[in-house]
């Protein structure tokens, strides 16, 4: 490894308590380590805006990797920062495109191999939330609804099977909306239930949300659900779904694009960020291409097969 200094931002809430200070110094031997422990999200963001050089390590799940991402977009991505993973969240659901175990010795032994890759970053802007970064998927509708729906007890309880379970319970009751699109300039509408943006492939705990999205192609993935009931969400939903491709299926709709506009009528079709809420206003998404170092697992491809 070529940096000489490691800045590790813990969050202790989403499990980060099961990774030992000192046994990660053991793991980055030769680096000097510092360790910030957060509170709050905007502990992550701030320890992840000042810093410009060297190795940063998130120890969380998908909300802290995302306020990490925030705070280094905040200062315009920095070159010389390189990002990595510990994770420890229910989900999980970026390490699953990163190829990164959840197994924690494993995990260390990733960031130890130092396999570099430079990915693509999304960025969303909308009235309500300003400006916002993600590095792997933002859903809107039904799918956002369920991330809601999967915290607190339900996810404590039920762990990666409380996405199914949020999944019936939401699509009971959600209404189909008109969505408009502009992909690079191009306009469609149509009914959907539910939307996602990905540059990387899973949300929800293991759901397949943009089965072909590539992290390096300086692309974005949308991947449009245009009406499911409750059985379709059986067939949809992660436990059902295994990890297969399912766009060629009737009522989904895919496509790519670097700038993406999309709102809906009426205009409440709430959007996650990596699992974050941004807002329901209308939306524009981007991709700033090449934008962050990251170390991936040796099982990586960026181009699913």
């Not at 110094?25 to 380590?33: A, H, K, M, S, T």
């Not at 039920?158 to 300039?185: H, I, N, T």
């Not at 009426?266 to 291409?289: C, N, R, Y």
Request: proline letters at 5%.
């Amino acid at each position: 490894m070529r940096a000489s200094k490691a800045r590790v931002i813990c969050n202790p809430s989403s499990g980060g308590g099961g990774y030992d200070p000192d046994e990660v110094r053991r793991e980055l031997d030769g680096f000097e380590v510092e360790w910030v422990e957060t509170g709050s999200p905007e502990d992550a963001v701030e320890a992840a805006q000042d810093w410009r050089e060297g190795l940063l390590i998130v120890v969380g799940g998908d909300g802290t990797i995302n306020d990490v991402v925030n705070g280094l977009g905040k200062a315009g991505f920095p070159e010389g920062v390189t990002l990595a993973i510990l994770p420890t969240g229910t989900g999980n659901d970026l390490a699953a495109t990163l190829a990164i175990p959840e197994d924690p010795d494993a995990a260390e032994d990733v960031i130890r191999q130092n396999r570099v890759r430079t990915l693509d970053v999304g960025r969303v802007r909308s009235e309500g939330v300003g400006e916002r970064f993600f590095l792997n998927v933002a859903t809107g509708g039904l799918g956002a609804e369920i991330s809601v729906a999967n915290e607190g007890e339900l996810k404590e309880r039920w762990g990666k099977l409380s996405y199914l379970r949020a999944s019936l319970e939401v699509a009971r009751d959600f209404d189909v909306r008109e969505v408009y699109l502009s992909l690079d300039g191009e306009e469609r509408k149509m009914r959907a239930v539910n939307v996602a943006v990905g540059n990387c492939r899973y949300a929800g705990g293991g759901w397949l949300a943009a089965p072909k999205a590539n992290p390096e192609d300086g692309l974005l993935d949308v991947v449009i659900i245009e009406k499911v009931g409750v059985a379709e969400v059986l067939a949809l939903a992660p436990a059902a779904l295994a990890k297969s491709d399912y766009l060629g299926k009737e009522g989904v709709f895919f496509a790519r694009a670097r700038e993406i506009h999309v709102e809906t009528r009426p205009s409440d079709l709430k959007f996650t960020a990596d699992g974050e809420v941004i807002g329901d206003e209308p939306a524009d998404f981007a991709v700033i291409p090449h934008a962050l170092k990251v170390i991936v697992g040796p099982e990586y491809v960026p181009e699913p097969l």
